[in-house]
């Protein structure tokens, strides 16, 4: 029993890793990394559970119990649910755990850090000129890298087709990563008259915001808004029902042709 936790905690601490790279942006953990390591570490605690890998402090056992046999089978079965998603298959099952779909090894190109290839802008002036210069509203989408239920929003609502066709062509999409542990200019960094804290990152000056200006710190936190900033419905936070979400777009849509 000790062992086989053992090799899951080590697959956990990869999560925590994978969190880390993501947020200050190594590169070591791409997706097909992270599920490759869990492909190695469930077989090989089903080949132990078998007894195909002993250990020194491990009795010999005359027959393998029908516990772990099963358990072995559990994990094998965990580990061949995981190959398609080194080829990019979307792992819906563990959505939020491996790192995001557009996290890739051949991703390249703006979509490198953007779900699902959606034109994203991750500076939020940046994205609000496009909007305007678009005549399209935004939508504001605070994020974090080490945020699960954000991985859940993208893998299983966003990709929905009908989800996806008015994010791709109604939205400006701004998606701003609240732990990004990017340094700011020093001529950017300043002390918030707001919470006091020193603002020194990318991901700090994102929460704050947020946390101004919407008087919430949790993510995933949606915010629609007409090219003036104003907001076009009201905010929403993870919200796994794709006819709910539908909903929040298209009511944000209907009021920004209003507003025009």
């Known amino acids: 029993m000790k062992v086989t936790l053992g090799f899951i ?3 956990l601490a990869l999560k925590f890793l994978s969190n ?3 947020a200050y942006h190594w590169g070591i953990l791409k997706r097909e990394v992270f599920i490759s390591l869990w492909i190695v570490i469930s077989s090989m605690t089903g080949f132990y559970l078998l007894g195909k890998i002993r250990l020194s402090h491990d009795n010999d056992e005359p027959y393998i119990s029908i516990g772990r046999l099963m358990s072995a089978l559990l994990f094998f079965s965990f580990a061949i649910y995981l190959i398609p998603g080194v080829w990019g298959a979307p792992l819906k099952m563990i959505s939020g755990f491996p790192p995001p779909e557009f996290y890739k090894e051949w991703q390249t190109g703006k979509s490198e850090e953007c779900p699902h290839d959606l034109n994203c802008f991750h500076d939020y002036d940046e994205g609000m000129a496009y909007a305007k210069a678009q005549g399209k509203p935004a939508m504001v989408d605070f994020t974090g890298w080490a945020c699960v239920n954000c991985r859940k929003m ?7 087709p009908r989800i996806l066709k008015i ?3 109604n939205y400006v999409l701004i998606s701003l990563y609240v732990d990004d542990k990017g340094k700011l200019p020093v001529s950017e960094q300043y002390t918030s008259t707001f919470s006091g804290k020193h603002i020194e990152t990318t991901g700090n000056k994102w929460s704050e915001k947020q946390a101004f200006e919407y008087k919430t710190n949790s993510q995933p936190y949606y915010v629609l808004l007409d090219n003036k900033g104003k907001i076009l419905a009201e905010p929403r936070g993870y919200t796994p029902n794709i006819e709910t979400y539908k909903g929040f777009l298209e009511e944000g849509l209907c009021r920004y042709e209003k507003r025009k």
């Open 9 to 11: 905690e080590l697959a």
């Open 20 to 22: 880390v790279d993501l």
């Open 154 to 160: 993208e893998d299983n609502v966003w990709s929905d």
């Open 167 to 169: 994010l791709r062509e």
